[in-house]
Nanobody, 120 residues
Framework: QVQLVESGGGLVQAGGSLRLSCAAS????????MGWYRQAPGKQRELVAV???????NYADSVKGRFTISKDNARNTVYLQMNSLKPEDTAVYYC??????????????WGQGTQVTVSS
């Protein structure tokens, strides 16, 4: 079982930036893909961004051009740089390991989440 620990959340004003980190307990070099999800109160968890082991990325339409996912294999860490934040980005953000074959298929490996709150 891979352990994932997210950090970097907080309270920020609209238009601001945050960088989330997800540290894995194992090498992420051979993991097919990793994703960032978010869940706002009363809403379903949604996929925000995915990065494949080769570096290919994909984003939800709602964050394209504002968020950037990246990974550092040497640190076994995946990042989510979030710029131009909006109040609707407020949610608990989770990272996940998975498989990306056309569609991203999440595994059961989830972190505890990190809260992001964007004030207007």
């Amino acid at each position: 079982q891979v352990q994932l620990v997210e950090s970097g959340g907080g309270l920020v004003q609209a238009g601001g930036s945050l960088r989330l980190s997800c540290a894995a307990s194992v090498s992420i070099f051979s993991i097919n893909a990793m994703g960032w999800y978010r869940q706002a109160p009363g809403k379903q968890r949604e996929l925000v961004a995915v990065v494949a082991n080769g570096g290919r990325t994909n984003y939800a339409d709602s964050v394209k051009g504002r968020f950037t996912i990246s990974k550092d294999n040497a640190r076994n860490t995946v990042y989510l740089q979030m710029n131009s934040l909006k109040p609707e980005d407020t949610a608990v953000y989770y990272c996940n390991t998975g498989t990306w074959i056309g569609t991203y298929f999440p595994s059961n490996n989830w972190g505890q989440g990190t809260q992001v709150t964007v004030s207007s």
